[in-house]
């Protein structure tokens, strides 16, 4: 069955820091690179950032540039987005999701298997 579990959200101030983790199945995990989506309330589902299945390739969108990394741990079958120098404008529910198909990195519909998403409130 396939499966993800996002942890790590919280509430924090500006200028903090917060390391979010993804825990997949590893048939899930494997053979596919992992994606982190973001999704504040009455808007659309942002792309966040997308690892590629080695680990090697990364891309992120404009607005986390420089602030948040991803990355990937092969062996715990563990995604992690680590979240730098908050902003309030960074407070959204974040999921992560399984690329499977090819194409535009940032569009989520190229994703499933959602993970049930965490919260993540930044206060100024």
């Known amino acids: 069955q396939v499966q993800l579990v996002e942890s790590g959200g919280g509430l924090v101030q500006a200028g903090a820091s917060l390391r979010l983790s993804c825990a997949a199945s590893?048939?899930?995990?494997?053979?596919?690179?992992m994606g982190w989506f973001r999704q504040a309330p009455g808007k659309e589902r942002d792309f966040v950032a997308v690892?590629?299945?080695?680990?090697?390739?990364?891309y992120y969108a404009d607005s986390v540039k420089g602030r948040f990394t991803i990355s990937r741990d092969i062996a715990r079958n563990t995604v992690y987005l680590q979240m730098n120098s908050l902003k309030p404008e960074d407070t959204a529910v974040y999921y992560c999701?399984?690329?499977?198909?090819?194409?535009?990195?940032?569009?989520?519909?190229?994703?499933?298997?959602w993970g049930q998403g965490t919260q993540v409130t930044v206060s100024s």
């Open positions: 999701a399984v690329k499977i198909s090819d194409g535009d990195y940032s569009d989520h519909g190229r994703y499933a298997y």
């Open positions: 590893a048939r899930t995990f494997s053979g596919s690179p």
């Open positions: 690892i590629s299945t080695d680990g090697v390739a990364t």
